[in-house]
């Protein structure tokens, strides 16, 4: 009788998946009778358990996987006629603990609308998610939480950076020690040097995997997670970056701005979109600056989006 193995999924590229068992890694694929069937969603991904057979040629067969306690997922589009109803879900990490944004307070200069993108779908994930200011040492300390303090605010955890300076680096690194974690950050952020100054070399072999999944439309991309010296393992995935809201209804996106949530309820229409309804509590919420102007606009453009694709 064969003997089969457990172990991880940390690689997955074009079809075939690197996993992580007790005898060493082994390249591993799905059998045909799996590829055939139509998923709406991704069968297998980095961060899955899984159960493999060896073959006789030194790879493996997957035979069973383990059910996900988490996933960092985005809407990938059908083939058909484009819009959110027909697309499908892509898996883009399972298993993980915590996501880490990682922006610039400058150089780039910073997109807050992306970071509610990356927000929502977080909540949407039920994952943690940990806001990484970096290049702190530009525009200094209180700059940086002019731009990022409303954030604490609502409760998210911010961790200010700087590589040059040695600022938040042990923090951040506390902060991944044994956990899962997906660490994205847009081109220029500074992303390979936090992971550089964290683990040495670990920011170069991420960055070999964002080029060579970023290098245009027919150029394979693929997703892979990075054991840490300190317990634990990083995952990226350039497809972060594209994120869109899967399966989530217009109506449904208030439930996610973590401030906007509680006064829904009080609003006087069940169906309230919050723009111009009278007796709407997250408008007046707003006026009294209990929300932050910043983050209901943000919202509403979300929202608007959205609503086109649906």
């Known amino acids: ?22 005898e060493g890694p082994v390249v591993s694929h799905l059998p045909g009778r799996l590829k055939k ?21 030194g790879t493996g067969m ?13 809407t990938r589009p059908s083939a058909r006629n484009r819009s ?27 997109s807050l609308r992306k970071l509610d993108r990356f927000l929502v779908v977080a909540e949407m994930n ?13 525009t200094g300390l209180e700059k940086a939480r002019q731009l990022f303090g409303l954030y604490e605010e609502i409760g998210y955890r911010v961790i200010y950076t700087s590589v040059p300076e040695n600022r938040g680096i042990d923090e ?5 020690q044994d956990k899962i974690t997906v660490f994205s950050g847009s081109s220029g952020v500074g992303k390979s040097s936090l992971l550089n100054a964290i ?8 960055n070999e995997v964002s080029q060579a999944s970023g290098k245009g439309l027919h150029t394979t991309r693929y997703a892979e ?68 102007r910043q983050r209901y606009e943000s919202y509403l453009r979300l929202r608007e989006e959205h609503e086109t694709l649906w």
């Open 225 to 292: 997670m990075f054991p840490l010296n300190f317990g634990g393992y990083v995952a990226d995935t350039p497809g972060i970056r594209g994120l869109a809201l899967f399966d989530l209804e217009p109506t449904e996106l208030d439930a996610y701005f973590r401030e906007i949530a509680p006064y829904v309820p009080e609003c006087r229409f069940s169906d309230c979109s919050h723009r111009h309804e009278p007796g709407c509590a997250v408008r007046t919420a707003v006026e009294q600056g209990k929300i932050s």
């Open 199 to 206: 683990q040495p070399g670990l920011g170069l072999k991420v």
């Open 172 to 176: 951040l690194r506390d902060c991944l």
């Open 126 to 138: 039920e994952l943690t998610a940990v806001i990484c200011v970096n290049k702190i040492d530009l």
């Open 62 to 74: 997957i035979e069973e996987i383990a059910p996900r306690k988490s996933v960092l997922s985005r």
């Open 1 to 22: 009788m064969t003997k089969l193995l457990h172990g991880r999924v940390t690689k997955a590229i074009s079809g075939f998946f690197t996993v992580e068992t007790e």
């Open 84 to 110: 959110l109803s027909s697309d499908r879900e892509q898996v883009l990490v399972a298993n993980l603990d915590q996501v880490v944004f990682v922006f610039s307070t400058k150089k780039p200069h910073p």
């Open 37 to 57: 069937e139509w998923q709406e969603t991704s069968l297998v991904a980095v961060g899955d358990w899984v159960t493999i057979s060896p073959q006789e040629d």
